[in-house]
């Protein structure tokens, strides 16, 4: 064997764990408030930290360290002190932020907690129910998408579908289709207060949640939840249905495009939003996201899919193409590629 082979691997896995590490690392920084802390106060010692939060100033002084090893943090010798830069609160302390991504650390401790799960059902080939998962997966899928629908649902994709956003603003029916904790129902709501925006779950705790944030978002009466599937949920003539990151953990995606077709009004657009892949294999291997996005495809998208009716499972990296084609095959005769980001793309259909 090459000895510098293997130590390349071993670096790798070396880095893979210190990874997972300051995930971890990460995720106790955004609970327990103290990238805020920092962004609001500005550089701190252990101790002045602990006065900001409350905190006990030995364990910050590990955290922090950690955190400045990672690179998160800087730290100044000649004072003691740890800063947080602008530019790495903008990723780690202010949720309003497009850039945001603390609140996603936290969906990793829902995958560890599974793996025991997980590697079941990679024995049997059997499916695990979303309402299975560790409560960690459900707040840390809504926390990582939640910054990118915040940052584009309203901005740019949907005024990049032809006369959509016209019909909402005077008044049109909106389904948001797996609308999980409501986040982008409430966007549509907040954005469009003449519209009826509906959110539709199969996931009972997850509809729940969305009703909560919808009262606590001082929507009440404005925007429902309800607790249907994506083949379910009432077709009711919709001049919008979003698919919202949903569909390649569906285990008929193609049943769920026809009953959209179904459920739309003569003239209205379904919004597709799927993670951003390729077409080609090997083309989203070299994709700088790609172990990031089969890791969780591995654990959360696919045991779901396969644990619903139909069993087929797309796959969080399927690519535009598959969906255009199952798109097609329901009835829609419009299919259109309208916006791209590093996460997300963003298809338009249309019957």
Request: charged share 15%; net charge negative; aromatic share 8%.
């Amino acid at each position: 064997m090459n000895p510098e082979l293997i130590e390349q691997h071993a670096n790798r896995l070396l880095g893979a764990m210190t990874g997972a590490a300051t995930t971890a690392m990460v995720a106790v920084g955004d609970r327990l408030g103290l990238y805020r802390a920092l962004a609001d106060g500005g550089p701190a010692t252990p101790p002045e930290l602990a006065a900001r939060t409350g905190a006990a100033a030995r364990y910050l002084q590990e955290w922090l360290s950690q955190q400045a090893a990672a690179g998160f943090l800087d730290y100044t010798a000649g004072d003691g002190r740890y800063t947080l830069t602008a530019e790495a609160a903008a990723v780690l302390a202010f949720e309003t932020s497009p850039a945001f991504l603390a609140g996603g650390a936290t969906i990793t401790r829902g995958w560890f907690a599974g793996i025991d799960r997980l590697a079941e059902a990679f024995r049997t080939g059997a499916g695990i129910p979303w309402h299975e998962q560790d409560p960690a997966v459900f707040l840390g899928t809504e926390r990582f998408f939640r910054p990118g629908y915040a940052a584009n649902l309203t901005t740019e994709w949907l005024p990049a579908l032809p006369g959509v956003a016209d019909r909402l603003a005077a008044g049109g029916r909106v389904a948001d289709v797996g609308c999980g904790h409501g986040a982008a129902a409430i966007l549509l709501a907040q954005a469009y207060p003449l519209a009826s925006v509906h959110g539709y779950d199969f996931h009972e705790r997850s509809v729940e949640i969305a009703r909560q944030r919808a009262t606590q978002a001082d929507l009440d009466g404005r925007i429902h939840f309800e607790t249907f599937d994506a083949t379910g949920y009432p077709a009711a003539g919709f001049d919008l249905i979003c698919l919202l990151d949903t569909l390649h953990d569906l285990g008929d995606p193609a049943a769920a495009l026809a009953h959209a077709r179904k459920a739309l009004a003569a003239d209205g657009t379904v919004l597709v939003v799927e993670p951003n892949a390729a077409d080609d294999h090997a083309a989203n291997l070299a994709n700088p996201l790609a172990a990031l996005s089969y890791a969780a495809s591995t654990f959360q998208c696919t045991p779901a899919a396969l644990a619903q009716a139909g069993g087929f499972a797309l796959g969080a990296q399927a690519g535009p193409a598959v969906v255009s084609r199952l798109a097609t095959d329901a009835g829609f005769s419009h299919v259109r590629k309208v916006a791209e980001t590093a996460v997300n793309v963003v298809l338009e259909l249309r019957p």
